[in-house]
């Protein structure tokens, strides 16, 4: 019943995702050397949403997504699909009712630019706003 576990019931329950990440979906970290593709997530920048009466049982916050590839090309298709599985979600999700998930934008992270690097993983990291009930 977090946002957390909301994100990861979204990722694991898309076959886009999954058909390429498979089961290497999770929190904040990839463990270094596993096996690629991979999505990392992270909820974080929680902010109670104002009202005019005060504030809201409502809370903003950032989800990041990263799409780890061993290609800029898979990375990219990598986070294609998951714009897909979370861009306009809304509704209950592993207990927590979502009221809006937007994607907002992404960056690339070339992993692989110093010299001797060249077989450091590429990432896209995606961006959204998640506004969902409890704080």
């Known amino acids: ?34 096996e690629l593709p991979a999505v990392v997530y992270a909820v974080e920048s929680f902010e109670p949403v104002r009202v005019l009466a005060g504030t809201a049982d409502l809370t903003m916050a950032t989800v990041s997504i990263a799409a780890i590839a061993e290609t800029y090309a898979q990375a990219k298709t990598l986070a294609a699909v998951t714009i897909a ?12 009712n979502i009221f809006s998930l937007v994607y907002f934008g992404q960056t690339a992270a070339d992993a692989g630019i110093g010299e001797g690097e060249e077989d450091l993983p590429f990432e896209i990291i995606t961006e959204f706003r998640m506004h969902y009930e409890g704080l």
């Not at 498979?22 to 270094?32: A, E, M, T, V, Y």
């Not at 599985?85 to 927590?96: K, P």
């Open 1 to 34: 019943m977090t946002a957390e576990g909301a994100i990861f019931d979204l990722l694991t329950a898309n076959a886009g995702v999954t058909a390429i990440a498979g089961d290497r979906i999770s929190p904040h970290n990839r463990l270094q050397g596993s």
């Open 85 to 96: 599985a979370l861009n306009g979600v809304s509704g209950e999700h592993d207990g927590t």
